[in-house]
């Protein structure tokens, strides 16, 4: 079992950098791709990045590619995902989500892939 929680969220304006960060607890986290996702309000949940088991892929929504960066650090059972030049449609709840799997490289993009989440962290950017 692995249990994920979220932190960093706020509220920023545009331009500005926020900093999430994924705290897990559990011993198969090193077995888990992780990803983050993020919902609008009467939006669908959306792919943001992924980090695959050991950091070595990783994967970012065509929206934020070039301004969020994402990264692992298993031995602190950590995951933060860096946004820079934040925008005011980036205004979502963030999850984290890990999915247990075999492969080094695999990241996956369908959240129904993915087997633990977080509770969720509002992030708001204004104008």
């Known amino acids: 079992q692995v249990r994920l929680v979220e932190s960093g969220g706020g509220l920023v304006q545009a331009g500005g950098s926020l900093r999430l960060a994924c705290a897990a607890s559990?011993?198969?986290?090193?077995?888990?791709?992780v990803g983050w996702f993020r919902q609008a309000p009467g939006k669908e949940r959306e792919f943001v990045a992924g980090?695959?088991?050991?950091?070595?892929?990783?994967r970012y929504a065509d929206s934020v590619s070039g301004r969020f960066t994402i990264f692992r650090d298993n031995a602190k059972i950590t995951v933060s995902l860096q946004m820079n030049s934040l925008k005011p449609e980036d205004t979502a709840v963030y999850y984290c989500?890990?999915?247990?799997?075999?492969?080094?490289?695999?990241?996956?993009?369908?959240?129904?892939?993915?087997?633990?989440w977080g509770q969720g962290t509002q992030v708001t950017v204004s104008l």
């Open positions: 559990g011993r198969t986290f090193s077995s888990c791709a």
């Open positions: 989500a890990g999915r247990l799997t075999s492969s080094v490289a695999g990241v996956a993009t369908d959240p129904d892939d993915y087997n633990y």
């Open positions: 980090i695959s088991r050991i950091g070595v892929n990783t």
